[in-house]
């Protein structure tokens, strides 16, 4: 009767071959048929056998004599312990044996380098001590495929590079058969988290920054036109103009504020929207409709201050007048505030009335600024 064992190959030289029997019983025929020599070997060497699977194919035999070709005569295969064999190799010990061993990881990998999709990140894992690829999954339901686009935010979220990754692995017979992976930096991503990146993103939009763009007013859309709308639409809740005016008026301080809070607040037009400037200053334009005119009210964080141009709503509609807008926030993108406050003094357009209206600070005899300003503003508005 022929005796067919399996083995791994655990060093291999020039002439010489070691090998591990890792299946006492293997019927494989066909497997060991097709095995070729590649080259003349004058010299086997076995490792260490387990003595409870050779032991069955033996009718005589004298113990004292085996014994030191054997790992022990009281171990089973699935209870070998590797400190018990420490001459092999972590990766020949995976592939001996039978019971299933677990091996817990630490894995450290930037947030750009993750995929996001529906409900779950995955990440491609080299597991080095079995030469393998694994396809590491982590799961979120608050996790979306178009996360994609803003994933570059969260080291400024979570004050980190990457993100640190535990990997329990189950291996049996040199093969991973399942794993459990957790992240507590990915559990932190929900509602909350990406609030902060809405934070971070109208912060970035509010910095000075040169856009090259002929537009000098932007509404919802074109504003992120010229940013990047698919990033916005990578929320489930985009940016809107009214979201950047509530960041400033409840998380910053700003000189103006209750300035921006009464014309958003009471004198914003509900039929119209809400403008924003990027140059030559960050600001707000609101839309007043008065009994005859219609009013273009131009705040700019932290200004001394507002600028009111008010047209005749008879003769103009309100793409007309953003037009207009458009030119004479252009020029004073180009000549400044002081040129532009001067020219109108001398050379006063026929199609509008402009005014500037300071905001006065309150003083030691209990003026009240705002109040001042705020009286001043509606005389014009009619």
Known sequence: MAVIWQALVTTLDMHQISLQIIDYESNNLDRFRLQK?????????????????????????????????FLSQETTPDEISWNRIPEIKKSVQLQLTEKVVQEKIKHSIPFEELDYHAG??????????????????????WIYPSMQLVKYYFPKVFKKKNAEITILL????????????????????????????????????SEPFEYQSPLHIYNDQTIWDLIDRDLNNASPDPIQ??????????????RNKKQLAYLSGHLQSPQEKIHITLNPDFGFLFVINGD?????????????????????????????????????????KTRGRNFYRQEMKINPSPDYMFCAIHHEPDDINRIDGFRSWKERLEAKLI
Not at 47 to 57: I, T, V, Y
Request: proline share 3%.
């Open 120 to 141: 779950y990140i995955c990440f491609s894992y080299h597991y080095p001590e079995l030469d393998e690829k694994l396809e590491i999954k982590i799961h979120n339901p």
């Open 241 to 254: 103009i009214e979201d950047i005016l509530h960041y400033w008026l409840e998380k910053k301080e700003v």
């Open 292 to 332: 005859q005119m219609k009013h273009f009210c131009w705040e700019l964080l932290d200004s001394n201050a507002s600028y009111l141009w008010s047209f005749d709503k008879k003769a103009f509609s309100t793409s007309d007048c953003l037009y207009q807008l458009t030119q004479i926030i252009g020029v004073i």
């Open 37 to 69: 020599m590649k080259r003349a070997v004058t010299h086997i060497h076995l490792e260490l056998m387990d003595w409870p699977s050779f032991e069955k194919m033996l009718s005589v035999y004298q113990v004292n004599e085996l014994k030191p070709y």
């Open 170 to 205: 189950k291996i049996q017979k040199g093969q991973v058969i399942d794993y459990e992976a957790s992240c507590d930096d990915l559990d932190k991503i929900n509602n909350q988290s990406m609030e902060v990146i809405k934070d971070i993103r109208i912060g970035e939009i």
